[in-house]
């Protein structure tokens, strides 16, 4: 058989969305299994935005479609780290800053709350610690 013989089809993104690949929109149906398995049982997900390809205009256009939520966190620990709540509760684009500002991994985080923020029972401890000496004080 011929190479002549093997169709070839040109799929070209939607007019006037220049820079889509397509990769995006299956995300939103991924993201959805992912909260319905949040309810379920409680388990936690992550997509590692940064390791798919996607093009800036393809994370545009699903930070767009999911929105801005209600909470903004930003850590400071060897560079800048955000993590947003979306639209949708339950769903944080977390976002890590090298110290220069370059932007060195995104995620979607499905979570009620996530993993990043959660107080370490060591930083706990030594918060306790620190109450009690106040109290001390008094």
Known sequence: ???????IHVINPPPGEPGLTGNAPPLLRE?????????ASGETSAIDLSALPLTPADLDWLRERLGEG?????????????????ACSGI???THHN???????????????PEL????????QIGQEYLELLISDL
């Open 70 to 86: 209600e909470i903004n966190v930003t850590l400071q620990a060897n560079g800048e780290s955000t993590l947003n709540e979306t």
């Open 1 to 7: 058989m011929s190479l002549d013989a093997i169709p």
């Open 117 to 124: 923020v959660k107080a370490h029972p060591q930083d706990v």
């Open 99 to 113: 110290e220069q500002g370059a932007v060195t991994s995104q995620f979607i985080e499905v979570a009620f709350v």
């Open 92 to 94: 944080w684009w977390v």
């Open 31 to 39: 993201l959805s299994e992912l909260v319905k398995r949040l309810l």
